[in-house]
C-alpha cells in the first residue's frame, strides 16, 4: 500500500516549478522555466482575446510571489528572451520600468466543434505556448548551434527539415518548441544513420587493408564538404593508431568520420592560408596549429620536428611559392608517418609506385634522392 507523503520537509517548502529538459534544452533553462511559470498562472486567470491571441496581465506582486529567484532587470531579459525567441507576445513596456507583464503565448486561438454532433457548440480552444508549425518553418540559430554540438553536418540537418515540417503539418499537431522536436527528431535520425554505417562492420580489430566504407566517404566529402585526398590521408594514421591498440570495434566507419572532422575542424578554421604565394623562409616554423593537427592524427610531434630541417632545405633549393607552407608541412609529415609504419599512403598504386613513379615505403632510399622530389609534390588538397 502506498501513503500519500505530505511534503513536510524543510527543503521543500512549496510546490516545486516543473520544467521540461528538452524545452530547457532548445530555448535555455530560464526561458523554459519562465514559460513553465507563465503557463501555470495562465490556468487560473482570466485571460482577453485580442487579433487572436489570449492576453493576460501580471502584476509586480505575482511576478515577485512566483518568481522570488529573479530581480526585475532579470525577468525583463528572460521575457525578452522568449519574445526574441518567438514563444511569447509582449505588449508592456520594459518590465524594469513598468512592472507589468502584459503577454500572450504566441499561438491563435483555433475554433473546434464536435465533428458531426448536431448543435455542437463552437469555443475556442487553447494549449498554453502551443503552435501548429507554420509552413516555412526553419529551425532558429540557437537550435542549430545545439544540433551542431553533436558534430552532425549542416548539410545532414538541411536534408532532414522538409520531411519534418511536411509530416508535422499533416498531423495537424501544435507544440510549444518546434525547435525542441526538430533536435530531438535530428539526434534520433543521426544516430540511426550512424548505426547503419557501423552496422556494417563486424566487432573485430582493424586491419592494415582496412578501408572506410562507401556510405562514411560520402558523409566525410559530399556531407561536410572535406577534400577527398584530405580523407584518404587520413586513413594510414587512423589504421596504425587502432592496430597498436588493439581495439575490437563494429564501428569503425563512424569512429573514423569523427577522428577526420576533428581534423577538418582544426584545419579549416586555424590553419595559415595566405592570399598571396611566398618562398619559404630560411628559418620557416610551422604554427602552432600544425602540431595540433597532427596531435589529433596521433602523429608524435617529435617525429614531424625531425623532418622539418630537410623540408626547409628542399623547398629553399627549389626556390617555388606556395600559398601556405603549413599545409605543405602537413601534408608530408602525414606521408612520411604512414611511409615510417608501412602503411600506403592512398596515393600509392598497387605495383609499388605513387602517382609520381615514387617506390613504395619498403623500397628503402635516400630521402635525399628522387623520392624526397615527388614525396614534396603538390596534393590537391594542399595547394
Known amino acids: 500500500m502506498v501513503k ?35 503557463d501555470d498562472l495562465s490556468q487560473h486567470r482570466e485571460g482577453r482575446e485580442r487579433e487572436g491571441y ?9 511576478v515577485s510571489r512566483h518568481m522570488p ?5 532579470d525577468v525583463q531579459r528572460v521575457s525578452r528572451s522568449l519574445r526574441d525567441k518567438g514563444v511569447l507576445l509582449l505588449a508592456s513596456a520594459p518590465y524594469s520600468s513598468s512592472r507589468v507583464l502584459h503577454f500572450a503565448f504566441n499561438e491563435r486561438l483555433r475554433l473546434s466543434a464536435a465533428a458531426g454532433e448536431p448543435g455542437a457548440q463552437v469555443h475556442n480552444v487553447l494549449t498554453p ?12 540559430a540557437e537550435t542549430l548551434a545545439r544540433i551542431a554540438q553533436h558534430n552532425i553536418p549542416p548539410e545532414f540537418v538541411r536534408e532532414q527539415l522538409p520531411e519534418f515540417v511536411t509530416y508535422w503539418r499533416e498531423s495537424g499537431e501544435s507544440h510549444r518548441s518546434w ?18 554505417l557501423g552496422s556494417r562492420d563486424r566487432e573485430s580489430g582493424i586491419t592494415t587493408q582496412w578501408r572506410p566504407s562507401h556510405d562514411a566517404l560520402e558523409v566525410l566529402i559530399r556531407h561536410a ?3 577527398r585526398a584530405f580523407v584518404e590521408d587520413a586513413i594510414p594514421e587512423f589504421v596504425l593508431y587502432w592496430r597498436e591498440r588493439g581495439d575490437k570495434s563494429r564501428t569503425w566507419n563512424s569512429k573514423f568520420i569523427q577522428h577526420v572532422r576533428r581534423q577538418w575542424a582544426r584545419f579549416t578554421s586555424a590553419l595559415e592560408h595566405d592570399s598571396e604565394p611566398r ?25 614531424a620536428r625531425q623532418l622539418l630541417p630537410e623540408f626547409v632545405l628542399f623547398w629553399r633549393d627549389s626556390n617555388k611559392l606556395q600559398t601556405s607552407w603549413n599545409t605543405k608541412f602537413l601534408q608530408h609529415v602525414k606521408y612520411h608517418w ?46
Open 338 to 383: 604512414a611511409k615510417r609504419h608501412a602503411l600506403n599512403p592512398a596515393h600509392l598504386s598497387p605495383q609499388g609506385q605513387t602517382h609520381a613513379g615514387q617506390q613504395a615505403p619498403n623500397q628503402a632510399r635516400s630521402t635525399r634522392d628522387r623520392s624526397l622530389i615527388e614525396d614534396l609534390t603538390d596534393r590537391s588538397w594542399a595547394v
Open 129 to 140: 505556448g502551443a503552435t501548429l508549425i507554420p509552413p516555412h518553418w526553419q529551425p532558429s
Open 179 to 196: 525547435g525542441s522536436k526538430f533536435l530531438q527528431q535530428i539526434l534520433r535520425k543521426w544516430r540511426e544513420h550512424e548505426t547503419f
Open 54 to 62: 489570449r492576453w493576460l496581465e501580471i502584476d509586480q506582486e505575482s
Open 225 to 227: 564538404n572535406i577534400s
Open 279 to 303: 618562398r619559404i623562409p630560411e628559418n620557416w616554423q610551422p604554427s602552432k596549429d600544425v602540431y595540433d593537427v597532427l596531435g589529433l592524427a596521433n602523429i608524435e610531434l617529435e617525429f
Open 4 to 38: 500519500s507523503l505530505s511534503m513536510t520537509s524543510s527543503l521543500v517548502p512549496e510546490k516545486p516549478i516543473l520544467v521540461s529538459p528538452s524545452l530547457a534544452s532548445t530555448i535555455g533553462l530560464e526561458e523554459a522555466t519562465m514559460l513553465s511559470i507563465l
Open 69 to 73: 529567484f529573479w530581480n526585475d532587470y
